[in-house]
């Protein structure tokens, strides 16, 4: 298949659902379309060259009126100065009762957060441990104090300098103890760690266009390919995310807009759930991998 002939695409349903939610709450998930691909052409390949066909129902995305805004530090995610400090516990993060010194270990906190950073080194020294830069420019260390070959979900994640790493609940620690490294934060489990294979500046720049054509501004869609706004769309078939008005749009959005290389991320689960979280309501702690959608 080559990469100026996409495939077909179907006719577009326009009984589409008008329903309000707020920003960045969970709402039910659009259709397995990565899978409806995959059995339809046989093809599991996410680094295709065309892009992939339309889906035919605009429907099942529209009730989102936001997406998780991955540059907020201050709902959901914190630059490292904005962490929560290892040696207390932060108000801003937990709650802690009138009185209470804020050292208990049990207190709850009442809103998620998540680290995310590009890296810049990795070294295997006396520890496995990572330099990483986060979204203010700050270099930070990140120490891996037991083997990673203890944990088998690391096993599978592409720490090569470049790629974005997201760290769940993470503390601030100004010194960890380790040489070479002063401030930085300290891993204990495996399944606060996801590995994103591209920069921390194209994740931030993806939620950026998420929030222009993943969503309806005034009851309209913009087109990812030619910026025309209109009230309904094709979409991607391959992330449900990105739409566009004709098949010529969405070959410039695939080649000169990026979408090629950013459809996979948009397909992964981790990024989709953390995208459609509450980051500000608190019921019980969210680790990696997350799995299928919720």
């Known amino acids: ?30 259709g397995d379309a990565v899978s409806q691909v995959k059995q339809a052409s046989g093809d599991s390949d996410v680094e295709e060259e065309a892009p992939p066909p339309y889906e035919q129902r605009d429907s099942q995305l529209a009730p989102f009126n936001g997406f998780a805004n991955l540059r907020d530090t201050r709902s959901g995610f914190p630059s490292f100065r904005e962490l929560p400090d290892v040696k207390g516990w932060d108000a801003n993060y937990f709650h802690i009762p009138e009185g209470d010194e804020g050292v208990s270990p049990d207190h709850t906190p009442f809103k998620h957060w ?16 990572y330099i990483v830069e986060d979204k ?36 601030r620690n100004e010194n960890v103890g380790y040489p070479g490294i002063d401030r930085g934060i300290i891993i204990f ?34 087109c990812h390919g030619c910026d025309a706004r209109k009230p309904d769309m094709f979409k991607c078939i391959k992330c449900g995310f990105f ?39 608190f019921e019980d702690f969210k680790y990696f991998p997350r799995g299928p959608e919720v």
Not at 114 to 129: G, K, M, S
């Open 243 to 281: 739409f566009y008005c004709k098949k010529d749009c969405q070959i410039h959005g695939w080649k000169q807009k990026g979408h090629k290389i950013m459809c996979p991320i948009l397909q992964d689960h981790d990024f989709r759930s953390m995208i459609r979280q509450n980051w500000n309501e």
């Open 1 to 30: 298949m080559g990469e100026d002939a996409p495939p077909d695409y179907e006719a577009l349903d326009r009984s589409i659902a008008s329903q309000a939610c707020s920003h960045g709450t969970i709402a039910q998930p659009p």
């Open 136 to 171: 203010t420019g700050d270099r930070v260390g990140v120490v891996f104090p037991h083997s990673q070959t203890q944990w088998n979900h690391l096993n599978d994640l592409d720490f090569a300098p470049g790629n974005t790493m997201a760290i769940a609940y993470p503390h």
């Open 189 to 222: 489990s495996a399944k606060v760690i996801k590995i994103f294979r591209r920069s921390l500046d194209e994740i931030l720049q993806l939620s950026d266009d998420m929030q222009i054509y993943s969503v309806k501004h005034d009851g309209m869609r913009r």
């Open 114 to 129: 998540c680290f995310l950073a590009t890296i810049r080194i990795a070294e295997q020294v006396d520890v496995t441990r």
